[in-house]
């Protein structure tokens, strides 16, 4: 064997027998602590006990960031190979410990809860022995303590270590330690003397850094100078000199600013008008652009907003080529080119265009479509809800609904005796006995009412301020006017379900807890014998009664019934001639009502004498000094309250006069165009006002404007069925030279039964619905354009057939001008579309199944419409109106007023033709008396009508002359009266 070879073979020898070596001490080691590769974490196997070089870090299971850095470090310096005891330390389960599943029971026994006695920074927990093997005692096998039970007997501590595995490192919530020494190891991660003991810090080791400075090297150019050269700012242009110069006497002097027009000083702005440059040939290039951020930031300001004069319009010529460039153009091939490749892109965009539009915006239509929620297919009116009390409004019939204004999902209903005027008479105890009533609801509380507003007689008729929904006027059977105030008990309205109660859970602990707190009662009741069936206590549930703040005297009220009342609007108020003038105070004070007894009454709430100042209490006085909780807002009124204006209702001709029913004038609330065309300009600011709202005394007649443009005509449905069109203010009659109100210009027996509506559209306050008897009419207040022939050019101008079932009510759509509900007795409700149908309704719908005697629909919101329907059993439903009775179409309005105005011109030629057959009439008698030889009637004229009428009341007079000359009442002597 060769030199070469035998040093190759003692190279190779060497290697073998360092290969050999450091499997042995790798095999030492693995029979001191367990290999990764060879346990698996959690499996629970105990190793041999470790050797004391790996106490440094190997005794805590995982190995400190430090203690681990720093053991790697020496072993990287003996060996290149990785020390398995290390990922032991970091992946197995400590030596001497067992995973352990423990359930929330047994959390709960030990006191050791995850994430509340044990956290993840806080893992450890030590257990009495003793208690565990009471554990054993009572629960058996089903202590989650049973699988280490032989190693938990033999433990000879008093005391187990149990720790918290929060991330299931190990399999389980929880390990044990089942030996003295991983006991010790978790107690003590560090050792007695410090971390790693003795031993560990023997092994570690000090690594001392040196610190070298670094060496200068000479500058080698990459390119970035020449950059930074390129970015500086550099003058290659001349600087502007600009000279400004002003007179030596001006320095110093004050500075004034004002506005002025540009136009109205000489070169006070010099337009520089744009134009095309033919010769400008330089292109632009693209520059880069350096970007420096401000040290500072200063915001400054001043108390003028600067503005320097410019042009408010600017129009120029357009630029036009002459004819030789248009000829050149045109025929350059380009230009073809170009049109050629456009063309077919403009009429595919042109198509796109009539297929769809490409403006739409569908996110702001998106409920729109038919096909969404609540489309035109799903058109029935939908319950809702329904309220009644089985105390107050049973067997009642609901006179009058009202929506409150402002507070959304509270109504009002009036309820009734449902008796005639005998009935009455004959129970007149009964009925004396029993509270008439107005009931307040809220959608969240079904079953009870919010409140209870007394009246001293039933209310037929009640409405809301406008002005301050706190305020409630309402009319009584016996014919008095009364007002309530509810602002102490405007939060109770407002508030949420159960908040006014006793807060539940649920509505049925709710329920459960009124009912025993009722059964509660009436077995005390029952013990002290004060129990009587019938007489049950009306404040059981606790439900608040609103006694009323004033009544109108019974002398000067209504004799009969009030049928309807309404509040003035608040930009207008009449005097006691009935003149509209302006109201400064813009709050409703005056109250318009009517009944059977032939008059319309108009009365003011402000007192008629005293210093204009609020007699409120809300500010001099806490809380109300009645004894019987009624606030003074309207003491000044209590039974001395009389009307301002009577308005009566006679008839043209002899024969008695109208009793009317229902009313309603031109005017609305809101609508104060008239203010702009008073007959001056006096002030309109509070200060200046006299008086005003309902506390107030009016101001001066004086000081306020006449409203000039108020309609003083209005309309009014009678008991029998008539439509009479009247004027409020009272004039001189020619006879008697008495002040009162003119006779009707107009009325008409069109109607089968008595009027029970009459509501202006809210669209068109000309066109008014009329509902009575088996028929409804639709009037326009313009077509009465001669008064002289108000009588025969007046009526309808659509009236619909007699239905087979009587109509009770109607009400217009408050957000479609062309629909209107009509209620009938047999407990249906029909809708008519103009737009659709006008021979019949477009539907029919069931809602109760006893007559319906009011309903009042009402916009909640933009996509919730409700309707409230009252019958005479005394229950107020709530219906629901679908998306197509709502929504109005696409030019709905122009097309209803179009209808409207065709209606207008289909009447007036109907009278035209009714004149020409009148005409034609009287020729053909004429024609046929001249063939028979019967002389024609002499057609006299108007002066000899008028002697013929002097010469009869003559004729009259002399005859009563000489009747009370017979009579012994006058003598011969006596002077005749004049004529």
């Known amino acids: 064997m060769s030199e070469p070879e035998k040093k190759e073979v003692s190279d190779k020898e060497k290697e073998t027998a360092k290969q050999d070596e450091k499997e042995k001490d790798t095999a030492q080691g693995g029979k001191k602590t367990p290999v990764s590769g060879k346990a698996k974490p959690g499996s629970g196997k105990r190793s041999g006990t470790p050797s004391k070089g790996n106490k440094g870090a190997g005794d805590k299971g995982v190995a400190t960031p430090k203690g681990n850095t720093k053991s790697k470090t020496k072993e990287d310096v003996k060996a290149p190979t990785p020390d398995p005891a290390g990922e032991t330390e970091e992946e197995g389960l400590p030596e001497g410990c067992v995973p352990l599943f423990m359930s929330s029971k047994s959390q709960e026994i030990f006191g050791c809860t995850c994430d509340v006695d044990v956290t993840e920074e806080n893992p450890i927990k030590v257990i009495m022995k003793a208690d565990i093997m009471e554990d054993f005692r009572n629960r058996a096998a089903v202590c989650d303590f049973h699988p280490v039970k032989q190693e938990v007997q033999d433990f000879p501590s008093d005391e187990i270590v149990i720790v918290y595995d929060a991330d299931f490192k190990y399999g389980q919530n929880f390990y044990i330690a089942i030996t003295e020494e991983a006991k010790e190891k978790i107690l003590n991660p560090f050792g007695p003397e410090g971390e790693g003991g003795e031993a560990g810090a023997a092994k570690e080791e000090e690594v001392v850094y040196k610190y070298i400075p670094p060496e200068s090297k000479d500058w080698v150019s990459l390119g970035s100078e020449k950059e930074i050269k390129e970015e500086n700012v550099v003058e290659n242009r001349r600087r502007i000199k600009i000279s400004a110069r002003r007179i030596r006497k001006e320095f110093g002097a004050p500075c004034n600013f004002e506005d002025r027009n540009v136009a109205d000083a000489k070169d006070a702005y ?122 107050f409004s049973k067997d009642r019939t609901i006179t009058a609904i009202q929506w409150h204004p402002t507070i959304k999902g509270v109504v009002a209903v009036a309820v009734a005796e449902k008796l005639s005027f005998d009935e009455r008479i004959d129970n007149c105890a009964k009925v004396i006995m029993t509270p008439s009533l107005i009931l307040i609801w809220s959608f969240t509380d079904p079953i009870h009412p919010q409140l209870l507003l007394e009246a001293p007689d039933d209310i037929y008729s009640f409405q809301f301020s406008p002005s301050d929904p706190n305020i409630i006027c309402g009319g009584c059977y016996n014919g008095q006017v009364v007002l309530w105030d509810i602002s102490a008990h405007a939060d109770r309205l407002k508030q949420q379900r159960g908040s006014n109660r006793n807060k539940k859970s649920n509505v049925l602990e709710e329920a459960e807890a009124i009912f025993k707190k009722e059964a509660e009662a009436i077995f005390k009741k029952e013990s002290e014998g004060l129990f009587k069936p019938g007489f049950e206590d009306p404040n059981a549930l606790k439900t608040p009664v609103v006694r009323y703040c004033a009544v109108s005297s019974i002398e000067n009220s209504h004799r009969a019934a009030i049928t309807d009342i309404q509040w003035v609007p608040d930009h207008m108020e009449l005097n006691r001639m009935g003149v509209p003038q302006e109201n400064k105070s813009l709050q409703c004070c005056q109250i318009m009502s009517c009944a059977t007894d032939y008059c319309v009454l108009v009365w003011d709430t402000r007192p008629v004498k005293g210093p204009g100042q609020l007699i409120t209490t809300k500010e001099t006085d806490k809380g109300p000094k009645n004894p019987i909780g009624v606030p003074n807002t309207f003491k000044h009124l209590d039974l001395s309250w009389k009307p301002i204006l009577k308005v009566a209702l006679h008839k043209s001709e002899p024969g008695g006069d109208h009793s009317p029913t229902k009313f309603t004038i031109q005017e609305k609330q809101g609508d104060r165009g008239t203010l702009g065309k008073a007959t001056d300009g006096s002030d309109l600011s509070k200060e200046a006002a006299m008086g005003g709202g309902y506390y107030t005394k009016p101001g001066s007649g004086k000081d306020k404007r006449t409203l000039q443009s108020v309609k003083t005509h209005f309309y009014v449905g009678t008991e029998d069925g008539e439509i009479v069109y009247v004027d409020w203010m009272p004039q001189k009659d020619q006879d008697t030279g008495k002040i009162q109100t003119p006779k009707p210009e107009f009325y008409h027996s069109i109607h089968d039964g008595p009027i029970n509506t009459l509501q202006r559209s809210p669209f068109f306050k000309e066109v008014v619905l009329c509902v009575g008897g088996w028929t409804f009419t639709l009037w326009k207040e313009s077509v009465n354009v001669d008064p002289n022939e108000a009588k025969r050019n007046s009526g309808p101008i659509l009236q619909s057939a007699a239905s087979t079932v009587k109509l009770s009510a109607g009400h217009w759509s408050p957000s479609r001008p062309g629909v209107f509900y009509v209620a009938k007795v047999d407990g249906s409700v029909d809708v008519w579309d ?15 199944p006893v007559p319906i005697t009011s309903l009042y629909p009402f916009q909640v919101s933009q996509k919730q419409h409700l309707m409230a329907v009252g019958d005479n ?107």
């Not at 951020?293 to 200063?298: G, S």
């Not at 477009?842 to 809602?847: E, F, G, L, P, R």
């Not at 004229?941 to 013929?948: G, H, I, K, M, T």
Request: hydrophobic share 30%; net charge negative.
């Open 873 to 979: 059993a005394g229950t107020l439903h709530i219906l629901e109106i679908p998306w197509s009775l709502r929504q109005p179409t696409a030019n709905e309005y122009t097309g209803i007023s179009n209808y409207f105005e065709r209606e207008v011109k289909r009447r007036a030629f109907v009278v035209s033709r009714w004149d020409f057959r009148e005409i034609e009439k009287r020729e053909l008698e004429q024609e046929h008396k001249r063939k028979m030889g019967i002389a024609p009637n002499i057609q006299l004229s108007e002066e000899e009508v008028e002697y013929r009428l002097k010469q009869e009341y003559a004729a009259y007079l002399d005859e009563e002359n000489s009747f009370l000359r017979e009579l012994g009442l006058k003598d011969d002597d006596e002077p005749l009266p004049e004529t």
């Open 270 to 391: 010099v337009e520089c008008t744009a134009y095309e440059d033919r010769t400008y040939d330089l292109k632009k290039m693209e520059l880069d652009k350096c970007i420096q951020a401000v040290p500072d930031l200063v915001e400054q300001g001043t108390n003028t907003d600067w503005r320097y004069p410019r042009n408010a319009n600017t129009q120029y010529y357009p630029r036009e080529f002459s004819e030789k460039e248009k000829e050149t153009i045109e025929k350059s091939t380009d230009l073809q080119a170009f049109a050629k490749d456009m063309v077919p892109r403009f009429e595919l965009a042109l198509q796109q265009n009539e297929i769809m539009d490409v403006f739409f915006i569908d996110w702001l239509h998106l409920g729109d479509a038919d096909g969404s929620f609540g489309n035109k297919a799903d058109n029935h009116l939908k319950e809702y809800q329904s309220f009644t009390d089985l105390q």
């Open 834 to 848: 103009l737009l659709d149908k006008t021979h019949e309704p477009c539907m029919t719908q069931n809602v109760s």
